[in-house]
């Protein structure tokens, strides 16, 4: 079993940053592919990114290619979401999500552990 546990949410203004983290602990020993997703008010859960667990692969949705940037340190079993420029578009819960997979991206069903989720409210 792993347990993630995201931080670094919050309000901020059009055009600002933010820096979302994904701690796990757990059975840690495994290599794990790493995700966000994130889910608006009335909306379903939706892909944002994922990493594989060498971090020598990374996908992003569309929406926030260019934009968003993840990245890992397995040394202290965290991975990251650097969030900039963002838009009001982007509020939703964020969620960081992980599978033992070779490989996964959009696919939720593909993951088998997930965080509780951290708001996050973009202003305009």
């Known amino acids: 079993q792993v347990q993630l546990v995201e931080s670094g949410g919050g309000l901020v203004q059009a055009g600002g940053s933010l820096r979302l983290s994904c701690a796990a602990s757990?059975?840690?020993?495994?290599?794990?592919?790493m995700g966000w997703f994130r889910q608006a008010p009335g909306k379903e859960r939706e892909f944002v990114a994922a990493?594989?667990?060498?971090?020598?692969?990374?996908y992003y949705d569309d929406s926030v290619r260019g934009r968003f940037t993840i990245s890992r340190d397995n040394a202290k079993n965290t991975e990251y979401l650097q969030m900039d420029s963002l838009k009001p578009e982007d509020t939703a819960v964020y969620y960081c999500?992980?599978?033992?997979?070779?490989?996964?991206?959009?696919?939720?069903?593909?993951?088998?552990?997930w965080g509780q989720g951290t708001q996050v409210t973009v202003s305009s």
């Open positions: 999500a992980a599978t033992s997979k070779n490989w996964a991206t959009r696919g939720s069903d593909d993951y088998d552990y």
């Open positions: 757990g059975r840690t020993d495994s290599r794990y592919v």
């Open positions: 990493i594989h667990w060498s971090g020598a692969i990374i």
